[in-house]
């Protein structure tokens, strides 16, 4: 079964739960096998990993900023927000915690590829300074860091 869904459309997910009897309707094992190969949530489907708005025709963009602990390759706490930077952020940043962050942002269109260039030349700036993997980055590295972990929330904007 192949499940289509078209520009200027709301997704399948929006319209059944704005239409409460559907599932009771003859075809409803068909829409919801239909509703499995959708990916994403209610407001954007996932169309090659990356986020789709069917009703705008846009791509959406979704930050995935997390410095928690992990367990079985699974955050132990949610994603950071945007009012939670930079209260949320380590007090010791490492090569290998920024390392992490930069390479969490799948782009595989290219289009912010302009923001994320800088935060690779923030990489190179670290290597140049010849540090350990967990040793503290100098202060003025760190504010780099903690402005670039801010403004990537501008991306879903």
Known sequence: MKCWQFSGEPSPRSSLESQPNLSESVDSSATNKSLLLLKGGQDNLRVLGTGWDPVDDTIVY?????????????????????????????????????????????????LVCPFTLRGKI????????????????????????????KDMFQLEQ
């Open 122 to 149: 923030y990489l190179r700036e670290t290597w140049s300074l010849n540090l350990g993997w967990d040793d503290p980055q100098p202060d003025h590295l760190r504010e780099k860091w903690i402005q670039f972990f």
């Open 62 to 110: 979704e930050v995935n900023l997390n410095f928690s602990k992990k367990k079985k390759s699974e955050h132990l706490s949610p994603n950071l927000r945007a009012e939670d930077v930079p209260d949320h952020i380590p007090d010791t940043l490492t090569k290998r915690i920024v390392l992490g962050q930069v390479m969490r942002i799948y782009d595989p269109l290219g």
